[in-house]
């Protein structure tokens, strides 16, 4: 059973469980790897708290990295809950998160197109020409005075970081 082991060895998606989970959350799923066990089972051998596995796996469980099957313990009567990881969504979850993100800085690059920006020397707050004639070249932030700003620059870094991003998305996993 391969429910994780292999996309643990892609950094990109152990990265994205560090952002998602803590040191303990990580633990849980490794010891969940490659097997199904009950959230008991898996406090009982890390030692971390149930009320702390049960809420990683819940977290896994709403980014559908994780899933359930619930069953009757007919001699207490009790419902015991059987995890298993299916870590292979990450892929999907990750390229939707590129996706996005290439959508956004496409949306800000369109826009600063053929416009003149001004900001102040402290906030990096770009202020078009119109606004900032509006406002009487006064920052919005600080009414610091507003200076003409070189906007190729940071053109040039959302054009490198579009291109990056849509090489990944076109030869990644997914
Ligand atoms: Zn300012």
Known sequence: MDNGKSVLSD???RRFLAEILDEEGLDVVYSLLDREATDEEIAEETGI????????LYKLYDYRLASYVRTKDTEIGWYIYTWKLDLKRIYDLIKLRKQRLLEELTRELES??????FACRKDEKYVPFEEASELQFRCPVCEGV????DSEERMRQLQEEIERLQKE???GHY
Do not use: W
């Open 112 to 117: 600063m197109k053929d416009r003149v920006f």
């Open 11 to 13: 950094p990109e998606a």
């Open 49 to 56: 708290k149930i009320n702390t596995v049960r809420r990683v």
């Open 169 to 171: 998305l076109s030869n």
């Open 146 to 149: 507003l200076e003409y700003v």
